[in-house]
Nanobody, 120 residues
Framework: QVQLVESGGGLVQPGGSLRLSCAAS????????MSWYRQPPGKEREFVAR????????NYADSVKGRSTISRDNTKNTQYLQMNSLKPEDTAVYYC?????????????WGKGTLVTVSS
């Protein structure tokens, strides 16, 4: 059974930091690209960051570039999102995503999300 379980969300003051974690199980984690998405209140879900299966390449949305770092530990089947200098507009539910696509397959898994609230 595939599971992606996010943790680490909560209430943080503007300028603060949080580290989100996503624990994966039920699939071969090291073969999947991993991403974070977020859905602000009343808005569409949007891309935040992505890391390749090996962890050797990352990319970020412009809105978080320079303030966030995505990483993964394939020995722990876990990915992370370190977020610094948080702003009120970072308030959202953050979702973990695992993707593996090929010529004959297309796997796309989602977690249930963790809420991050940035407010004083």
């Amino acid at each position: 059974q595939v599971q992606l379980v996010e943790s680490g969300g909560g209430l943080v003051q503007p300028g603060g930091s949080l580290r989100l974690s996503c624990a994966a199980s039920g699939f071969t984690f090291s073969m999947f690209a991993m991403s974070w998405y977020r859905q602000p209140p009343g808005k569409e879900r949007e891309f935040v960051a992505r890391v390749t299966s090996s962890g050797d390449s990352t990319n970020y949305a412009d809105s978080v570039k320079g303030r966030s770092t995505i990483s993964r530990d394939n020995t722990k089947n876990t990915q992370y999102l370190q977020m610094n200098s948080l702003k009120p507009e970072d308030t959202a539910v953050y979702y973990c995503n695992a993707v593996r696509t090929g010529r004959y397959y297309d796997f796309d898994y989602w977690g249930k999300g963790t809420l991050v609230t940035v407010s004083s």
